[in-house]
């Protein structure tokens, strides 16, 4: 029985002595992998330092962001300017009544063809607003360019939320990779698509209608500072800057870099003429949806007009209320239900605090998300089909003089 047991051992040493090269080559990658995973390897980078992180700003292209939640002078007085910019297009009295629409967009990865549906249903219904300002979280960033710049860009909208597929977005990286990477997928097909999306004529576009008064935000997450990060798109666009296109496709791509799934993307910053880089991911790991205070202080010298109106709309690319289900003892199933389950309930609390902004700024709110009874397919993994569906529904309902909510739907329960 032990020389048997001998032979085969003797038998697995020389199979594995006889592998051939690339084989040999496989396992020692595979024992470097292991190695790297278990002492901690990471790739080296230059942060700022902890107590400064508030401090640090872009080396070329100033001005155009700002820590949400804070106190920003530069971005209460550029809301300033935005006003005098549009008195001084439209030729309008000090003292005239005027109504401002905002519209937040929130992400929701393949689901944002949801809301790319509602803004192309919107205009050929001829009601949609041009609206004041937009801001964008995750895949709504995308919506919100072309939401700001245009009921003209609804074709390329269409376009994005209903031919694009998972290629399109990431190549998944191999398993032994991920040991030595940031992300288990890498974003060079996203890299292109915004490229293709966001030329010079379209950044061209923004920083005209920036001049006009009109502001477009988008949501980045700092992931050091754990805060996020709202970016000025209209600045960037008018800034002139030669790297103005490059560094606008950067905030786009970095908003939308789901953390973990996508690679961080870094900013290089300066901190009393010290240079370290910044590592941004996707604003939905701080907020769906996002309208901060300054945005409703319209006004060119800093006390609020009495006769401005203000309306906020929110398109919510997912559902809201709870939808119970039986998970299985399966942990890729519990895992799952579980994010599930934290996004809608972090997707409410944001819901609640922007129309608790509205309320607190005499302003209309009015909220729609897809309705709880769609089947909704995975946000990551971009089935045209799906896509599809969601489009046309957010068109259809949109062209039909959809009933918007006047406040969050789980609000109305308790009336």
């Known amino acids: 029985m032990n020389e048997k047991k001998e032979n085969v051992i003797a038998g697995d040493y020389h199979m594995l002595k006889n592998k051939s090269e690339p084989s040999k080559k496989r396992c020692f990658t595979i024992a470097r992998a292991a190695m790297s ?33 804070q106190h920003c002078q530069v971005f209460k007085d550029d809301i300033a300017n935005s006003m005098r910019q549009e008195h001084e297009g439209t030729h309008l009295l000090k003292d005239s009544p005027a109504c401002h629409d905002i519209l937040a967009l929130s992400g929701g990865g393949a689901n944002g063809a949801f809301g790319a549906g509602v803004l192309c249903g919107w205009s050929q219904a001829g009601t949609r607003p041009k609206f004041k300002i937009v801001t964008g979280i995750s895949t709504g960033s995308i919506i919100a360019a072309s939401a700001f710049i245009g009921s003209e860009y609804d074709d390329m909208l269409k376009e994005i939320y209903t031919t694009i597929t998972t290629a399109n977005i990431f190549n998944a990286r191999n398993l032994i990779s991920w040991f030595w990477n940031e992300s288990f997928a890498d974003t060079k097909p996203l890299k292109a698509l915004i490229e ?29 500072a754990q805060r996020l990060m709202v970016w000025n798109m209209g600045v960037i666009a008018n800034s002139g800057h030669p790297d103005a296109l490059n560094l606008f496709r950067k905030v786009v791509l970095a908003a939308l870099s789901l953390p973990c799934i996508f690679p961080p993307v870094y900013f290089d910053v300066e901190v009393d003429g010290r240079f370290y880089d910044e590592m941004h991911v996707d604003g939905g790991m701080i907020t769906d949806a996002f309208i901060s205070d300054f945005m409703l202080n319209f006004s060119a010298n800093g006390k609020k007009k009495e006769k401005t109106e203000s309306r906020v709309y929110v398109i ?77 529904l957010g068109q259809e309902l949109a062209k039909s003089g959809c009933k918007w909510h006047k406040k969050p739907p789980t609000l109305n329960i308790l009336d």
């Open 196 to 224: 293709k999306y966001a030329d010079k004529s379209v950044l061209k576009t923004i920083a005209k209608e920036h001049n006009t008064g009109r502001r477009l935000y988008l949501g980045t997450t700092n992931l050091d």
């Open 37 to 69: 995973l278990a002492s901690g390897h990471s790739l080296s980078r230059n942060p700022v330092p902890i107590g400064r992180m508030f401090e640090a700003d872009l080396k070329e292209i100033k001005g155009t962001r700002a820590w949400d939640g």
């Open 316 to 392: 919510r690319n997912d559902k809201l209320m709870p939808a119970p289900e039986q998970v299985s003892r399966n942990l890729p199933k519990i895992t799952r239900r579980a994010l599930a389950t934290l996004n809608k309930a972090h997707g409410e609390d944001h819901l609640h605090y922007i129309y608790t902004i509205a309320r607190r700024n005499h302003a209309d709110f009015n909220y729609i998300g897809i309705p709880e009874d769609c089947a909704l397919p995975d946000k990551l993994t971009f089935d045209q089909k799906g896509m599809n569906k969601l489009f046309g």
